[in-house]
């Protein structure tokens, strides 16, 4: 498979999965929690309160690795790593931009000092279980 098919495939896999894990390091150690991710090409975005542990983890680490897109149908189903650096996002631009009415279970409206973005820049990316060779690891 070529690169722009590998990264067509990696892009199909996340415009139909949303929700992923997120693993951050506390303490030297992994720390994974479920999260919902969307995309803009190969950047993640996922949002998050600005009062959880996964940011001070981010701020004293920005590696993070995330999993998306295994359904759970069975040990062939297809799915993405990807290992990336994470930034705290706050600006009106990016917390606009993911809102949706879900998320007023946790914060007032796009403009709540308590809602924040995480973007994440991938520094690695393989594509898992496809039925060519598997990984194939796509050039960032």
């Known amino acids: 498979m070529s690169q722009a098919e590998l990264k067509q495939q990696i892009l199909k896999v996340l415009d ?3 929700v992923g894990t997120l693993a951050t390091v506390k303490n030297n150690k992994p720390h994974s929690r479920y999260m919902t991710f969307s995309h803009d090409e190969l950047t993640l975005y996922t949002p998050t309160s600005n009062e959880t542990h996964k940011t001070d983890e981010i701020e004293d680490n920005p590696n993070v690795h ?9 040990y062939g189903d297809t799915f993405v790593e ?10 009106a631009h990016y917390k606009e931009k993911l809102w ?14 308590n809602y924040i973005v995480l973007k994440i820049q991938p520094t690695a990316i393989r594509l898992m ?3 060519e060779d598997s990984p194939q690891s ?3």
């Open 16 to 18: 139909e999965s949303k």
């Open 129 to 131: 279980n496809d039925e």
């Open 138 to 140: 796509l050039e960032l």
């Open 82 to 91: 990807i290992e990336g650096r994470a930034s705290v996002e706050d600006s």
């Open 66 to 74: 995330i999993l998306l897109g295994y359904e759970g149908e069975g």
């Open 100 to 113: 949706n009415d879900h998320m007023k279970r946790w914060f007032e409206g796009p403009d709540d000092p």
